[in-house]
């Protein structure tokens, strides 16, 4: 066997494991592909490289551009919007709207991007709806990845277009993907309104009816910090007396923090360190009651009878409880608290992290931020607008004017974008130069200003891209794509053409499951494209099999970065992916498998 051969294997074996594992970011891992390829000299330096200036990176570059700038002008939210408000207070129209809406902005932007810009709005008609907002978050994650099924402008689908090129065959067109993605988009849409939406998690119609007090949209219940919420009275004598809430130490030396403080009949929530302890303030604390009893000191603190908490106290006209959650470009992440000054920057106080399906309640200020993390806030309401314009948090409320940072400036950026749309559309062959042109008109009529386009590139996305498209030159140039596509035509060919097909969009699902699917499609792309040369079989539709189902991503959260952001503030687990991904994978499945062949042969 060629050195070169065995080497190639070697490295994308220890990527792919890299990449199962997560020990190492996704695009950490795809630019030591790079390197590892370069320095063992299966590609020349040129090749090695050739990632990042290829039209698939430079597409997705400008897609990201591009969707800042209708971001930034009120565009995409305004038509999130509109399809919210027809789902009136029905849950199953607005699972159905908000998946329509999901699906439709994901046909134009990144997918992530899409399921951000509609999260505020998704959470704010559900609450307004009385429905539990884990019924709407997961259908709103999985529908931006149905519509990214039926458009070029997904990253797996850029790939794979790049895949084609590569080998000399006709690439995609912008279009090309809506006749097998548009029946993908309704089989899903129509299987989890009716039925998929029966294993989500939250409560049933019913069980709101007889407990309306305790809705699905009360944040308190949501968190379980009810559980960790007791009244205290400060007795005479108590070395409380006199002092700031900054000096009190009941953080430092007994694990417990103020929330609220109740003077003469009156609520005090607008707390800040200054404010002074009297006798007889009755303090609202968060904490472990049991064990700060423990760990009284003299004159011991006279300790309330328990109560069932609710968002409304700790509320009141000047005070709000609120969700936010970390943005998939968030500058907090892999920060603690205390690094960011949350406190000072944002005048809020965090009452609660969510956390992989966890609450965390102690120790908030030191615990890491991360990707997806959902925190309770408690702050004053004039502080709200000042979350909502912050990029790095998206504030899980429907607040009744957009942030429009650029105004007065939407429609010239929708019709520079449906320009762009429209010329891509018409010249193909050219996509990555009119995209990027595209964005560069944005910036030039002063839409957006460079500094903002640079801020807006995923450039995670970007590395991951540009790294791994090199994989793909290495697995040809060795002939590994070669001897694996020769390998499944031999056990799989004997059956036919439409076996073989099956075979291989199966293996990319599963490859999916565990990888990027950016990173399947690199993987795959190169081997897909030698079988079908192989087996006489049309390329481009074979392509086009693996690209539907390197978006088939449903089965675990892990699949799509998208799955991440709606995890903490849908409270779902891995169990819950599974019962809906699990079945709708498959009915998916079928839909291509069927309705592929038809449209575009074999």
């Known amino acids: 066997m060629d050195n070169n051969l065995i080497i190639t294997c070697v490295i994308l074996g220890a990527a792919v494991l890299l990449f199962f594992t997560g020990r190492l970011p996704a695009d950490l891992v795809a630019l030591l592909v790079v390197v590892a390829l370069g320095l063992s000299g299966v590609l020349t330096t040129q090749e090695a490289f050739s990632g990042f200036s290829r039209s698939a990176v430079i597409t997705i570059i400008a897609i990201f551009v591009l969707t800042e700038a209708l971001q930034k002008t009120g565009v995409t939210d305004q038509v999130g919007k509109i399809l919210l408000r027809v789902g009136g207070r029905s849950e199953l129209m607005l699972i159905v709207t908000v998946m329509l809406a999901g699906a439709f902005l994901s046909l134009f932007m990144n997918n992530i991007a899409a399921a951000a810009v509609l999260l505020p709005a998704a959470s704010g008609a559900a609450k307004r709806a009385g429905v539990n907002t884990s019924r709407l978050l997961m259908p709103l994650a999985f529908s931006t990845i149905l519509g990214g099924m039926a458009t070029l402008f997904t990253t797996s689908n850029i790939v794979l277009n790049s895949v084609l090129l590569d080998n000399h065959i006709e690439g995609f067109a912008v279009t090309d993907f809506l006749p097998v993605g548009i029946p993908v988009v309704i089989a899903g849409v129509c299987y989890i309104a009716f039925f998929g939406r029966l294993s989500l998690p939250g409560d049933s119609p019913l069980e709101r009816t007889q407990a309306p007090d305790r809705g699905p949209s009360d944040l308190l219940t949501t968190y379980h910090l009810g559980e960790k919420l007791f009244k205290a009275k400060v007795p005479e004598k108590s070395f409380l007396i006199g002092k700031r809430v900054s000096e009190s130490t009941l953080r430092e030396d007994f694990d417990v923090s103020i929330v609220a403080i109740e003077r003469k009949g009156k609520k005090i929530l607008d707390l800040s360190p200054q404010t002074e302890l009297k006798k007889g303030d009755v303090l609202v604390l968060e904490g472990d009651e049991a064990d700060f009893k423990t760990r009284d000191v003299e004159p011991f603190m006279e300790f309330l009878p328990g109560s069932e908490w609710h968002e409304k106290d700790l509320e009141s006209r000047s005070i709000e409880v609120v969700e936010s959650m970390l943005s998939p470009r968030s500058q907090l992440i892999g920060k603690t608290l205390r690094d960011a000054h949350f406190r000072e920057k944002y005048g809020m106080s965090v009452l609660a992290i969510w956390h992989a399906g966890e609450e965390i309640f102690t120790d908030l200020a030191e615990v890491p931020l991360h990707f997806g993390d959902a925190l309770l806030l408690q702050g004053p ?69 460079t500094e903002q386009a640079y801020s807006a590139i995923g450039w995670k ?72 040369q192989q087996a006489n079989l049309n390329p481009r539709s074979v392509i086009m099999a693996v690209a539907m189902a390197c978006s088939m991503a449903f089965i675990t959260p892990l699949g799509h970065a998208v799955n991440v952001l709606v995890m903490s503030p849908g409270g779902y687990s891995f169990r819950d992916y599974v019962k809906l991904g699990l079945p709708l994978t498959v009915l998916l499945s079928v839909v291509v498998l069927v309705v592929l062949p038809v449209v575009w042969g074999l």
């Open 461 to 532: 996305s970007v590395f991951l891209v540009a790294g791994m498209l090199p994989m793909g030159i290495a697995l040809t140039k060795t002939n590994a794509a070669g001897l694996a596509a020769g390998g499944i035509f031999e056990t799989f060919g004997h059956f036919g053409a439409f076996p073989l097909v099956v075979a291989i969009f199966v293996a990319t699902v599963i490859l999916t499951q565990m990888v990027n699917g950016a990173v399947a499609a690199a993987i795959i792309g190169p081997v897909a494209v030698s079988i079908a």
């Open 381 to 449: 309401r004039a502080k709200m607008k000042v979350i909502a314009d912050d990029p790095d948090l998206i504030l899980l409320m429907d607040e009744d004017e957009s942030e429009v940072t650029v105004p007065g400036k939407g429609r010239a950026a929708l019709m520079v974008f449906a320009t762009t749309l429209f010329v891509a559309m018409m010249f193909p062959d050219i996509i990555g130069e009119v995209m990027l042109g595209g964005a560069l008109v944005m910036v030039l009529v002063r839409i957006i200003t």
